[in-house]
């Protein structure tokens, strides 16, 4: 099974700091890597495709990156609606797998 | 815009069968664009990919789950369906479905999620 080491495991933020969630593949997944929100209670939303699409209606603020097996998850300016669990998936092969999640909270 | 919606027992026994349903509100399940999966959430835990379906011969499940797992689709109810056999407390968990785009391997629509607690 692919491995998904997701970094930090939380973290604390204010309204308008630039976050960053880093997501390390114990192989390479090419770039089918996908990053989703989770609210408490809800269901995820994807945020990001393929390492760095931005899926439609996300804000422009959320950008995705990828550096061999290390990919990340930018918010450049923190939101209140924002303060949710991150997750990143890869689906370059089956089984998929889920990076372990980042919770922010506020500050 | 589709909306995917789980059903089924929120108490199972254990030793017995989970069985969920997924209906998809618009379109149709046979697109050749989607696959059809199910994610579960064990409670305040993180995500674990299941399995999905493409259609009645074309489908993909977690090892870990595969001796117990099965998957279909009924394209005329525009459902598809979950059975676990044999469980045990640790298949508590909130169970969602949701639509692949296999493309890039995405999901882009999930249902609300069902909670299934296994107890006796």
């Known amino acids: 099974d692919i491995l998904m080491t997701q970094s930090p495991a939380s973290l604390s933020a204010s309204v308008g700091d630039r976050v960053t969630i880093t997501c390390r593949a114990s192989q390479s997944i090419r770039r089918f890597l996908n990053w989703y929100q989770q609210m408490p209670g809800k269901a995820p939303r994807l945020l990001i495709y393929a390492a760095s699409n931005l899926q439609d209606e996300v804000p422009s603020r959320f950008s995705g990156s990828e550096s061999g097996t290390d990919f990340t998850l930018t918010i450049s300016s923190l939101q209140p609606e924002d303060f949710a669990t991150y997750y990143c998936h890869q689906s370059y092969s089956t089984p998929w797998t889920f990076g372990q999640g980042t919770k922010v909270d506020l500050k | ?120």
Request: proline share 3%; net charge neutral.
């Open chain 2, 1 to 120: 815009q589709v909306q995917l919606q789980e059903s089924g027992p929120g108490l199972v026994k254990p030793s017995q069968t989970l069985s969920l349903t997924c209906t998809v509100s618009d379109g149709s399940i046979s697109s050749g664009a989607y696959n059809w999966t199910w994610i579960r959430q064990h409670p305040g835990k993180g995500l674990e990919w299941m399995g999905h379906i493409y259609d009645t011969e074309n489908s993909s499940f977690n090892p870990s789950l595969k001796s117990r797992l099965t998957m279909s689709l009924d394209t005329s109810a525009r459902q598809f369906s979950l059975k676990l056999t044999s469980v045990t407390a640790a298949d508590t968990a909130v169970y969602f479905c949701g639509r692949v785009w296999f493309t890039y391997g995405l999901i882009d629509h999930w249902g609300q999620g069902a909670l299934v607690t296994v107890s006796s």
